[in-house]
């Protein structure tokens, strides 16, 4: 068995997605070799060789896979398939866009956002919003899988000193062009590898609220700052805040529930977070039902006096 | 131009699923069924560009039992024009979908494909991207603006950190986010049209389709309960829980 695991960066650096996606290939077995695909990439695939575990780094540089689109990210993939008993890539917009195109290219199928490996051919996902979780076996010859990061715990970033091959870039599918792209800058860590997140909800009323209230405790804790949908489509701030069964899925250690209610789809999105505290002037709030640590409280009473108070 | 859009019929959004006691699947029985929720944004997008003169006709496409006939009258009645049935009682996936919309699509010829970035039942997040690498067109998935110009689909993206536009040739492939439109309401006199609209039914076998699974589901389980923790009376306890008994902060 040799698993492919595809590399998630933006051409400068290896986003830390990469290492969940490498921890799960050690959990199916075989040598694992790491695609690193951009362009000018060459310092992601040295911080790709260096990840404990990995026996290869195959390099692809060209300039059109500088964008990262699926087309001609999954017609690489597909060159090198035949290679592999399986190709992984984590659950990010990246690998969520790019593998299934691989897997009907190839005639298998894929295996989404899987959570735990019971052998080489048999995973463990959620369905139905992590209301369930099914265990499904695969009789395909390649196995696609991407991997939902939370789920594996991530392998070090260092330690290891895989080869480095450079190998044939596949024709541009010239299909597809950039128009733009405007990324959030943020001085906050990453919400999907935060290790503290504070969420904020419909309760807050505002996006002036949000970033008030929830601002300065998100600074004291060095936290990212998470959204329920409720405030995400009320306009409080942008989507790519909203943690939940279709937007993020976190699970850091401390998670911190401000004014959120708590619908299924954003238990779906936190449930896994090692501690839970929410804070809700409801003392039915099915958010209730899932912290660790509850406090009835009006939050923009509560908020302040937490900040004062750590 | 022709817009085709695939609809699937899955157990409503506010049902909460529930496990059979043997452990094989989701209890679907009794249960209350509607469109995909982000199938239903794109029958919406697809109505809004036949609306504004960019597209001339929106067909409503569903695979599965005899009864997403209700869920494509659903489709006409927000205002597809005509619908076609793949009926199968088989369990259908990802791939087999993609494939039989493949067929449709080399019958239609459609210029435009727009349907939900994933179902919220299997939660996959595959039909829209395999159904184009099948038909080697360009994808434009989780899309939260849309716009048709010179030839090109122009769209938006959400994606980590953010958004990006990209620019597609024609025919293409769209999968829909929350964010791209919200649907409108049928009305009951557009419920009453749709009752009218043309439904054709086909079957795989008509179509050439082999749709055998290449999953084999061998367990659904719950997962482990979260139990509920404890009320705390005040900021000050919290803040003592969390830092001596918790020791996250």
């Not at chain 1, 195109?101 to 051919?121: E, H, P, T, W």
């Not at chain 1, 800058?185 to 990453?190: D, I, L, V």
């Not at chain 1, 008030?212 to 998100?218: F, R």
């Not at chain 1, 401000?258 to 449930?271: D, T």
Request: include cysteine; charge should be neutral.
């Amino acid at each position: 068995m040799t698993v492919l695991v595809l590399a998630e960066h933006d051409n400068a650096q290896l986003k830390p997605a990469t290492l969940n996606a490498v921890a799960a290939a050690l959990r199916i077995g075989g040598e694992i070799h790491v695609l690193v695909a951009g362009s000018g990439c060459q310092a992601v695939a040295a911080q790709a060789a260096a990840i404990a575990g990995v026996a290869r780094v195959k390099l692809a540089d060209a300039p059109h896979y500088a964008e990262f689109t699926a087309e001609n990210q999954a017609a690489l993939i597909v060159s090198q398939a035949a290679a592999y008993s399986h190709i992984l890539a984590p659950s990010t917009s990246n690998g969520k866009n790019t593998l299934p195109r691989v897997a009907a290219l190839l005639d298998v199928a894929q295996i989404s956002d899987i959570v735990a490996v019971v052998d080489g051919d048999t995973f463990v996902r959620p369905i139905y919003a992590g209301n369930a979780l099914a265990t499904v076996k695969s009789a395909d010859a390649t196995k696609i899988v991407t991997v939902r990061t939370t789920g594996f715990d991530a392998v070090s970033a260092t330690g290891g000193s895989a080869s480095i091959e450079t190998i044939a870039s596949t024709a541009d599918s010239g299909q597809v062009s950039l128009v733009g792209r405007e990324i959030a800058k943020s001085e906050r860590p990453e919400l999907t590898a935060a290790k503290i997140v504070v969420s904020g909800g419909r309760g807050l009323g505002s996006g002036e609220n949000y970033l008030q209230v929830l601002g300065p405790l998100a600074d004291k804790l060095g936290a990212a700052m998470g959204a329920s949908r409720a405030a995400v489509d009320a306009g409080f701030i942008p989507n790519d805040y909203q943690v939940g069964q279709t937007g993020k899925i976190v699970a850091p250690q401390l998670y911190i529930a401000v004014g959120i209610s708590g619908a299924i789809q954003h238990l779906a999105g936190m449930k896994d977070s090692k501690v839970i505290v929410a804070i809700n002037k409801d003392p039915d709030a099915p958010i209730f039902q899932v912290a660790d640590y509850g406090l009835v409280a009006d939050l923009f009473q509560a908020v302040p006096e937490l900040v004062a108070a750590i | 131009m022709k817009i085709l859009v695939p609809v699937k019929r899955v157990m409503d959004y506010n049902v909460k699923a529930r496990v059979k006691s043997d452990g094989s699947e989701i209890d679907l029985a009794n249960v209350k069924m509607s469109m995909n929720p982000f199938d239903e944004i794109a029958v919406e997008e697809a109505v809004r560009l036949k609306e504004a003169g960019v597209a001339k006709e929106v067909v409503a496409v569903s695979c599965g039992a005899a009864a997403c006939q209700e869920t494509l009258r659903t489709a006409m009645a927000i205002g597809a024009d005509r619908a076609i049935l793949v009926e199968s009682d088989a369990e259908l996936q990802p791939l087999a979908v993609a494939k039989l919309l493949k067929a449709l699509a080399d019958k239609e010829a459609p210029q435009l494909i727009v349907l939900g970035k994933q179902a919220i039942d299997d939660d996959s997040n595959q039909t829209g991207q395999m159904l184009a690498a099948l038909l080697g067109w360009p994808q434009a998935t989780f899309a939260s603006k849309v716009v048709i110009a010179d030839g090109k689909a122009i769209v938006t993206r959400e994606i980590d950190g953010g958004l990006e536009t990209l620019a597609l040739g024609l025919p293409a492939v769209i999968t829909t986010d929350l964010r791209l439109n919200e649907p409108r309401y049928a009305t009951l006199p557009n419920i009453m049209k749709a009752k009218k609209k043309p439904l054709d039914t086909l079957t795989p076998a008509a179509l050439g389709v082999d749709v055998q699974p290449r999953l084999t589901t061998l367990k659904v389980a719950e997962p482990p309960k979260r139990g509920a923790g404890i009320k705390v009376a005040d900021v000050a306890q919290l803040v003592e829980k969390l830092k001596n008994e918790a020791k996250v902060i």
